[in-house]
């Protein structure tokens, strides 16, 4: 009897057998065996989840000590939204501050310089280490031990500019200041991580060009030290979003420094909370959405230049002609 080959041509994966009589046998139906998992315990973790959320929320519904109805009157009251303005506006300032200031000092870590490379590390220790609030009281009372500011030259008598530190650091710049230098450590070191992840090629290939020391930084080496700074850079401005809320010891204008003045004269303490917790809640989302929508774009463009470097000179002169 002939056994069974495989026809000239045919793939091994559609190969069937073939009788001697010529006519193709039927492929034997392999049955499924595969067991199909029910995840019983995680609808049962779902279940108490739903449960859990279910009643802690009817308990906060029906306190008589909590009065919604206070809520929604002072959610978009006009002072709330006042703060509401100005936390966004300390938000993107003090980020924008920062970003400059870590940019230099981390540029300062990398720097052959040991004077440069010692002060950036003596920055990010200090103010690295020391807690944000504190930051903020002691700007927002410096006063206290230098009631004047002014540039001069010390021992001449000789002075540019002199006003007092009140007039000059209101609450709200003595906030931006501190906040600003507090994340500016943080921003330091992200900087830093993103410059060290670029392949010491990148710096050898600039040299080559002969481009000098900040064209490399500004077109080599800085666009591709961006795809690694973004992720940590917006979990830090979401975490500079929330700091916003300790200027409030100084009065410092966000939307629980107007919280609290609102509660002072009402007495509905909680229900004023309420309200900061929920437009908190509403700007940190925006933000993280932002930041998913920057990592992606961000991503895709990763991902379109290792394609068009797998596909060689000809695919990307075909799609640049496209």
């Known amino acids: 009897m002939q056994s069974p080959v495989n026809p000239p041509g045919n793939p091994p994966e559609t190969w069937q057998a073939t009788t001697a009589t010529g006519t193709m046998a039927p492929r034997a139906e392999v049955p ?15 279940v108490v989840l739903l449960a859990l959320a279910l009643g802690v929320a ?50 300062f870590r990398l720097s052959a310089n040991p004077v440069l490379r010692t002060l950036g590390a003596l920055y990010v220790w200090v103010f690295r280490s020391v807690p944000a609030l504190i930051q903020i009281l002691f700007w927002g009372n410096l006063a206290l031990f230098a009631p004047r500011l002014g540039i ?13 530190t009140n007039d000059v650091l209101s609450p709200f710049a003595a906030s931006i200041v501190a906040l600003s230098i507090a994340n500016g450590a ?5 900087i830093r991580s993103g410059l060290l992840s670029v392949d010491e090629g990148q710096h050898l290939a600039s040299s080559a060009l002969g481009l000098t020391w ?21 979990n830090q401005f979401i975490t500079l979003l929330k700091e916003t809320s300790l200027v409030s010891v100084i009065a410092g204008g966000d939307i629980l420094s107007h919280a609290e003045n609102i509660s002072g004269y009402n007495l509905r303490t909680v229900e004023l909370l309420i309200v900061a917790a929920i437009w908190y809640l509403a700007v940190t989302s925006a933000a ?18 290792k394609r068009r470097a797998k596909a060689g000179p000809a695919e990307t002169a075909k799609e640049a002609s496209l």
Do not use: C
């Not at 065996?33 to 779902?46: E, I, L, Q, S």
């Not at 001069?152 to 007092?164: H, K, Q, R």
């Open 32 to 46: 499924d065996a595969v067991a199909v998992k029910r995840h019983y315990g995680r609808w049962a973790a779902v």
């Open 58 to 107: 009817k308990s906060l519904a029906q306190n008589p000590q909590l009065e919604w109805g206070v809520v929604g009157q002072f959610l978009f009251d006009g002072q709330i939204l006042e703060g509401l303005g100005q936390t966004l506006l300390l938000s993107v300032v003090s980020m924008l501050v920062a970003s400059a200031i870590g940019l230099v000092f981390g540029f």
């Open 152 to 164: 001069g030259i010390p021992g001449t008598g000789w002075t540019l500019f002199s006003a007092s």
């Open 186 to 190: 943080y921003l330091a070191e992200i």
């Open 214 to 234: 900040w064209q490399a930084q500004r077109k080599v080496i800085l666009p591709q030290a961006l795809r690694v700074m973004i992720p940590p850079a917006g």
């Open 288 to 305: 993280t959405l932002g930041q998913n929508i920057i990592e992606r774009r961000t991503a895709r463009g990763a991902a379109q230049q």
